[in-house]
């Protein structure tokens, strides 16, 4: 059984939907998910769940971002994954950290990348007149929300979207997809899907 640690910010809606999969004779088990921000709701989902959670806070290392990532390798050596999901983690990894990881870090960003990495994805589609967005699920490498992308689901945009009404458009795909290539890349197929 391979282990999956998810480092998370948010709400955790895709780390719920992650772990919800990893049930059964799924060929994976949550076995961290790790937090940037003691706030973060979906803590306490994890803990619901049964899953071990840690939280590195990154406003204890102003600037230093060597050091936070030094804190989040302490909660990942003892878990001891075979694979990160990235689910709504809002902090730039450094090449250094993605490195180790290399090949067995996969993130979700909510456009279809190559188009508008980084924050704002939604606003920025709307702007462009977009017939079309959605969400990617790439592998991590030290470019920011570059790297080899696995998955794609794709919504129309419609008249009138706010970036609020993309965002909820989007998001059940997200947890559709997310889940898909995670299981997909356990059982070693890297080759690109798109839903639906
Ligand atoms: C998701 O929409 C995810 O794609 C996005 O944050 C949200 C997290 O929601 N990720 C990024 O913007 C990464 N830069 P969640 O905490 O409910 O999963």
Same mark, same amino acid.
């Given at each position: 059984?391979?282990?999956?640690?998810?480092?998370?910010?948010?709400?955790?809606?895709?780390?719920?939907?992650?772990?919800?999969?990893?049930?059964?004779?799924?060929?994976?088990?949550?076995?961290?998910?790790?937090?940037?921000?003691?706030?973060?709701?979906?803590?306490?989902?994890?803990?619901?769940?049964?899953?071990?959670?840690?939280?590195?806070?990154?406003?204890?290392?102003?600037?230093?971002?060597?050091?936070?990532?030094?804190?989040?390798?302490?909660?990942?050596?003892?878990?001891?994954?075979?694979?990160?999901?990235?689910?709504?983690?809002?902090? @730039? /990894? !450094?090449? #250094?950290?993605?490195?180790?990881?290399?090949? *067995?870090? &996969?993130?979700?960003?909510?456009? $279809?990348? +190559?188009?508008?990495?980084?924050?704002?994805?939604?606003?920025?589609?709307?702007?462009?007149?977009?017939?079309?967005?959605?969400?990617?699920?790439?592998?991590?490498?030290?470019?920011?929300?570059?790297?080899?992308?696995?998955?794609?689901?794709?919504?129309? @945009? /419609? !008249?009138? #979207?706010?970036?609020?009404?993309?965002?909820? *458009?989007? &998001?059940?795909?997200?947890?559709? $997809?997310? +889940?898909?290539?995670?299981?997909?890349?356990?059982?070693?197929?890297?080759?690109?899907?798109?839903?639906?």
């Amino acid at each position: 059984t391979q282990r999956v640690a998810i480092l998370i910010s948010g709400s955790g809606s895709n780390m719920v939907a992650l772990a919800q999969s990893m049930q059964g004779d799924h060929p994976a088990r949550p076995c961290l998910v790790l937090s940037n921000d003691p706030q973060a709701g979906g803590l306490a989902k994890a803990q619901a769940m049964g899953i071990p959670t840690a939280v590195v806070d990154h406003r204890a290392f102003k600037g230093d971002r060597a050091g936070f990532e030094a804190e989040l390798l302490k909660p990942l050596r003892d878990a001891q994954p075979d694979l990160i999901a990235l689910a709504g983690f809002m902090r @730039v /990894l !450094s090449a #250094d950290f993605v490195r180790r990881f290399e090949g *067995r870090m &996969l993130n979700i960003h909510p456009s $279809l990348l +190559p188009k508008y990495k980084g924050l704002n994805t939604y606003a920025r589609a709307i702007e462009a007149g977009d017939a079309e967005a959605g969400c990617t699920v790439h592998e991590v490498t030290a470019e920011l929300d570059d790297g080899p992308i696995l998955g794609q689901a794709r919504v129309p @945009v /419609l !008249s009138g #979207d706010t970036p609020a009404t993309l965002a909820a *458009r989007i &998001l059940p795909l997200e947890h559709q $997809l997310y +889940p898909l290539v995670l299981r997909r890349v356990v059982s070693g197929q890297r080759d690109f899907i798109t839903l639906p």
